[in-house]
């Protein structure tokens, strides 16, 4: 008998939403702002970064990839203003 993979899930209140804006959050550092371009509730997301705040070096603006869900907090505007 073949044994599944775990998969990692972010509750739902926490995903986001597709075609949103976020600030993306990894070990407690902010490191891009992205819109959301693919994300069906499942592990991986595919993101477009329209913001690369600190890291221009690594991030530039439009790249397009893949990320792991849960390991990201998701920030939207209204969030980091409180």
């Given at each position: ?30 490191l ?42 998701f ?8």
């Amino acid at each position: 008998m073949t044994k599944r993979p775990q998969h990692e899930k972010l509750p739902k209140e926490l995903a986001p939403e597709t075609g949103g804006v976020y600030t993306l959050v990894h070990e407690g550092e902010a490191l891009y702002e992205a819109e959301i371009v693919k994300y069906s509730g499942g592990c991986w997301a595919t993101v477009r970064v329209t913001d690369p705040l600190k890291h221009a070096d690594t991030y530039k603006i439009g790249d397009e990839f893949q990320i792991r869900v849960a390991m990201y907090q998701f920030l939207a505007d209204a969030e980091q203003a409180s």
